[in-house]
């Protein structure tokens, strides 16, 4: 964890619970208030954030640019081109990331990543690689869960 500098997110079962609504323009989603508190602590001590998600939706737009994300990728269900621009973008390399996903088209980065992360409803493929399974359920406060452990232990901890 000591050399974690960006924190890469999925949205749909990881922000969220999986579940949307139409409002009767939009598809609209459920964010965790604490994943938000937690994602602001990471990128106000130092840390990186991105999102790359296969969904192309106002409400992400809205959610990243309110939290300040730096790295928004929509429309990804192949993830990996994204990741690699991510990589050049940033000048951070995978073993500087850690990533939370929870569906098969998060596999190919939670092999990448030096800290792959998921929530306990991902499915079976995500669940039997990741480094940590959140204790608490995708979009209500397993963000936080992995932002606080990434506080606590990553390259910014300043040994707190």
Same mark, same amino acid.
């Given at each position: 964890?000591?050399? $974690?500098?960006?924190?890469?997110? #999925?949205?749909? +079962? !990881?922000?969220? #619970?999986? @579940?949307? &609504?139409?409002?009767?323009?939009? &598809?609209?989603?459920?964010?965790?208030? @604490?994943?938000? !508190?937690?994602?602001? /602590?990471? *990128?106000?001590?130092?840390?990186?954030? %991105?999102? $790359?998600?296969?969904?192309?939706? =106002?409400?992400? @737009?809205?959610?990243?640019?309110?939290? +300040?994300?730096?790295?928004?990728?929509?429309? %990804?269900?192949?993830?990996?081109?994204?990741?690699?621009?991510?990589?050049?973008?940033?000048?951070?390399?995978?073993? =500087?990331?850690?990533? *939370?996903? #929870? #569906?098969?088209?998060?596999?190919?980065?939670?092999?990448?990543?030096?800290? +792959?992360?998921?929530?306990?409803?991902?499915?079976?493929? !995500?669940?039997? *690689? %990741?480094?940590?399974?959140? /204790? @608490?359920?995708?979009?209500?406060?397993?963000? /936080?869960? !992995?932002?606080?452990? $990434?506080?606590?232990? +990553?390259?910014?901890?300043?040994? /707190?």
């Amino acid at each position: 964890m000591k050399n $974690i500098k960006m924190l890469v997110l #999925d949205v749909d +079962g !990881v922000l969220t #619970d999986t @579940r949307i &609504w139409f409002d009767g323009k939009e &598809w609209r989603r459920f964010f965790s208030i @604490r994943d938000g !508190v937690g994602i602001k /602590r990471l *990128i106000d001590s130092g840390y990186k954030i %991105a999102v $790359i998600t296969g969904t192309k939706a =106002e409400d992400i @737009r809205t959610r990243v640019k309110n939290l +300040g994300i730096q790295y928004l990728y929509e429309g %990804a269900l192949d993830k990996e081109p994204s990741f690699l621009q991510l990589q050049q973008e940033s000048g951070v390399k995978p073993e =500087e990331m850690a990533y *939370i996903g #929870d #569906d098969i088209f998060d596999v190919p980065l939670l092999q990448t990543v030096a800290f +792959g992360a998921t929530v306990p409803e991902a499915v079976d493929e !995500v669940l039997e *690689i %990741a480094d940590y399974v959140t /204790r @608490r359920p995708g979009g209500m406060g397993a963000v /936080r869960e !992995v932002c606080d452990y $990434i506080y606590k232990y +990553g390259a910014f901890s300043s040994g /707190r």
